[in-house]
């Protein structure tokens, strides 16, 4: 097993550095994201015997995860996704902390937080016994961030992540209240799943469940069977730590979502004319992806006592039908 790297004193500002501190010899290496504007930003590279993937610095965001027992990629990534200094990329995994949605008071800050805009830092990397590839990463705090949330929280709080790329892909988010007061976040892994049309897939696992539906103007519900698509979908479930299954026969595999440390699951698709007012999804892009987001939101809201830590992981699998 190659030596994990442990360096930290650092602050990763080019491609030879991260190179030279992080990569491992044909299995991790950092490149610039193509078409990236104002500079680039910079991601890395993973391929192995068991799948390739992209993970982008800028909000530590998985792009691509592809097993090799596949022909289709897993996650959906948009042909009109912008790649920008400290903007949003549609698609992929982004990070939504330490808010899921609005903000709770000031509709003026940026919807899911601002973890998925920020550039994190590389702590780790190593391969592993079963040819899995690790990498660690954790966001620095900035000035930025003062104006957004408390200048008390983010001082006690440290939020690292750590992606294991093999058969599944593994990912788990770590919040640690380094203070002497409970901190209070909502988050969610808002991951988009690539699908052959969003019409011919179910999503299983949320029978029974209750559900805020917000395109329905927040009305409620319990979730009858699985979850099929004809028009748009946007809803929170809440109490359910249970995994969820998208069978899509179109592309003759099912995608196996777990997770731990996650009371709230969401599901998402914008269906035709709320897609048409969002300029990075692409002309038919809605068609062929499907958010199952493994979250704490609304009342799943977490409070991290102080000096400990929480831990939203998620394990997706593919399974050839």
């Not at 068609?287 to 831990?311: D, I, Q, R």
Request: some cysteine.
């Amino acid at each position: 097993m190659d030596a994990i790297n442990t360096k930290q004193d650092n602050f990763q500002a080019t491609l030879k550095d991260l190179n030279d501190r992080y990569a491992i010899p044909f299995k991790l290496r950092f490149v610039e994201t193509e078409a990236a504007q104002d500079g680039g930003l910079i991601s890395a590279d993973i391929t192995n015997p068991h799948a390739t993937a992209r993970i982008c610095l800028q909000g530590g965001q998985v792009l691509s995860w592809q097993p090799t027992s596949t022909s289709e990629p897993v996650i959906w990534m948009s042909a009109d996704a912008q790649f920008a200094l400290g903007k949003s990329i549609r698609g992929g995994i982004p990070v939504c902390w330490p808010w899921f949605g609005a903000h709770a008071s000031d509709d003026k800050l940026p919807a899911h937080g601002f973890a998925r805009t920020q550039p994190w830092q590389v702590k780790g990397s190593r391969s592993l016994d079963d040819g899995s590839t690790e990498i660690s990463l954790t966001m620095p705090l900035t000035q930025a961030m003062q104006t957004m949330w408390s200048l008390a929280s983010l001082n006690m709080t440290q939020l690292d992540m750590l992606i294991n790329v093999g058969k599944t892909l593994k990912i788990a988010l770590i919040t640690r209240n380094l203070g002497a007061a409970d901190i209070t976040i909502t988050e969610a892994l808002h991951t988009y799943f690539a699908v052959s049309s969003i019409a011919q897939i179910e999503v299983n696992g949320l029978h029974g469940t209750h559900f805020h539906d917000k395109a329905a103007g927040w009305t409620e519900g319990d979730q009858a069977g699985a979850i099929s698509f004809g028009q748009e979908v946007d809803r929170v479930y809440v109490n359910t730590p249970d995994r969820c299954t998208i069978v899509d026969t179109g592309f003759k595999r099912s995608i196996h979502i777990a997770k731990l440390g996650s009371q709230s699951t969401v599901v998402w698709n914008p269906w035709a004319a709320r897609a048409t007012q969002m300029g990075d999804l692409g002309a038919d892009g809605w068609k062929h992806f499907v958010c199952v987001e493994s979250a704490n939101a609304l009342g799943n809201a977490v409070t991290v006592p102080a000096g400990k830590s929480h831990t939203l992981a998620v394990e997706y699998r593919v399974e050839v039908l």
